[in-house]
DNA sequence: CCAGCTATTTATAATAT
DNA sequence: TATATTATAAATAGCTG
């Protein structure tokens, strides 16, 4: 996290790896303590090492045994009650994240759709578009043309203010995209509850269309040419 | 962490103490995904709601499980064969961190002195100081006057060079006196390990003696008055 | 209560010692 | 190899809506 972000993926070089290892780890079983003690809950935190080494255990061996009996107290199958309370929550969980996804996307969508209508005003030709880009494409235009359209009635009424400071250009600007990267990682940390899902109902968390129109009013809008 | 900074205590504050435990659990949950991750090692983590909501688990409830089996099978008490390997990697560690703590106190020491120096220059009296005080205030100003009687030596080389950047100011200004702070934190992680043990025990980890002179040279150096 | 936003504090990757 | 330092990335406390 520091001097350069690094890709989340093994560390090939072995030294570079157990020095990382050794200070993460200690941040890690940090948190853990400030956690319990801030918030006064009970935790426990368990890493394995690299070569065969004891694991670190905060905060004790009893804690993690009291933690363990809770866990083997639970039956062994998904049907158990404690289960299915925690599917329910993660439930409501995952229809809310879905939710923050969708409106994400559409987010997205416009701020893509903006981004072309830049390359358009630049030249780019627009055979390689689908429909659905294009009846996007119009409705960002659209939006745009009024907003330009008021700005012009606003500079009219007062002809000898030129160049303000509130110009398109900066409400148009374009910002990164970033809606999957936020969301995968709002559901990493439940991600290993789908683990043991069939691939049917992993899925159907999610909807299959990665691209959806960004605005609210129905799947389809009006078509380009009337 | 931001904002300002929070003391390692309770948070009284009922919601904000649950929007802290909200925001550290995610924290935790997704360093431990790091971490097993970029060095390919196995590791859990449980942490209990409030309110007695299901625990957190990290990666999962099979996960936890696995590392609860491994625990069950460790034998209950202490003579344990892993828990005495695990005693003797504590105990080492322990003695990294005693030397380690020594070496602070030492600077610390340092330090003191040196700001006591500047306390008698501006007029303070010695009658309330030990002759351990003493006889390290000595060696401490004993070191200021060589290295400015070099100095001296080197501007008389130099005479028409007067006041470069390279004052005593520099060399001698206090910085912050924090040594047991930073020890304290190296040992946190590890705390439950002395708490079961008698006081005996617990202190003879550490030196009585709190004050150290900071010279390596044995426990007594010259008296102040020869 | 929940989501988003900064100002700060922490954690840490790379580097120096 | 281990420890200390530094520059940068992440985490997060207190707000705001």
Redesign the interface.
């Known amino acids: 996290m520091a001097r350069k972000k690094?890709k989340?993926?093994?560390?090939a070089n072995v030294t570079a790896?157990?020095n990382?290892?050794n200070k993460?780890?200690?941040?890690?079983?940090?948190?853990?303590?400030?956690?319990s003690?801030?918030?006064?809950?009970?935790?426990?935190?368990?890493?394995?090492?690299?070569n065969g080494?004891?694991?670190e255990v905060?905060?004790?061996?009893l804690?993690?045994?009291e933690?363990?009996?809770?866990?083997?107290s639970?039956p062994q199958m998904a049907k158990s009650k404690?289960?299915e309370?925690?599917a329910e929550?993660l439930s409501q969980r995952i229809g809310k994240v879905r939710d923050q996804l969708r409106r994400l996307q559409k987010e997205n969508r416009k701020k893509e759709m903006t981004m072309l209508m830049y390359e358009c005003l630049k030249g780019k030709d627009l055979y390689d578009l689908t429909m659905l880009d294009i009846t996007d494409l119009t409705n960002v235009i659209d939006e745009n043309m009024k907003a330009i359209n008021y700005r012009i009635e606003v500079l009219e009424q007062t002809p000898t203010q030129i160049g303000t400071s509130t110009t398109m250009a900066g409400a148009m600007s374009i910002e990164n995209n970033k809606a999957v990267q936020v969301d995968m990682?709002g559901l990493?940390?439940q991600a290993?509850?789908v683990?043991g899902m069939n691939p049917n109902e992993r899925m159907s968390c999610f909807d299959n269309k990665f691209v959806l129109p960004y605005l609210d009013n129905g799947a389809f809008t009006a078509p380009f040419f009337p």
């Open positions: 690094i989340l993926a093994l560390i790896r157990n990382t290892f993460r780890k200690k941040g890690i079983m940090k948190k853990m303590s400030e956690l003690t801030l918030c006064g809950v009970k935790a426990c935190g368990i890493i394995y090492g690299t080494a004891q694991p905060w905060p004790s061996l804690g993690a045994r933690v363990l009996n809770f866990f083997k639970l404690k289960m309370n925690h929550y990682n990493q940390a290993w509850f683990q």
